[in-house]
């Protein structure tokens, strides 16, 4: 991260080069989308490299300066054209905000087999932001329903 603490990046590489006898091999692709993030994490990954133990069995593919959706799109769109299939995969989701990751591609994911999610995201920006109208077609193709304006005005405890 830029403030110097390990992101979620750099963590996973580490706990994946600490566990590397438990795998054959392991590629890491990260997408982002804002440009300062991007230049910061793709010099934290060069300095990250050097420091990898087990070189030969993990691979971080160069990262892809780009909205999550439209990446994740594009190769599935090349590997649907191509009628391949993708490795065993483990995508791991951290948005900033709630924007831009709709429902549809998490089906799109999940539909090939040996995927796995796992989606962090703050709940706190999207209830801050529930009642505001600008936001509603956002927040109905995150969830993939517009059944979420049902718990507009209904206390915290309820919304769950």
Request: avoid cysteine; aromatic fraction near 10%; charged fraction near 20%.
């Amino acid at each position: 991260m830029i403030d110097g603490s390990d992101g979620s990046p750099v963590i996973a590489i580490k706990i994946a080069d600490r566990n590397a006898k438990h795998y054959r091999e392991m590629v890491f692709t990260f997408i982002e989308k804002d440009a300062q993030n991007f230049d910061n994490l793709t010099q934290v990954l060069q300095t990250l490299k050097q420091e990898i133990e087990n070189v030969d069995k993990i691979t971080i593919v160069q990262p892809i300066h780009n909205d999550f959706n439209s990446s994740v799109n594009q190769i599935f769109g090349s590997l649907d054209a191509q009628r391949r299939t993708i490795a065993p995969s483990l995508f791991f989701i951290d948005p900033f905000g709630y924007s831009g990751i709709p429902l549809d591609t998490i089906k799109k994911i999940l539909s090939y087999p040996r995927t796995e999610i796992f989606f962090t995201f703050m709940v706190s920006s999207i209830t801050r932001f529930l009642s505001h109208e600008p936001v509603s077609e956002t927040l109905t193709s995150l969830f993939g329903t517009d059944e979420w304006i049902q718990v507009i005005g209904q206390p915290n405890e309820e919304r769950a």
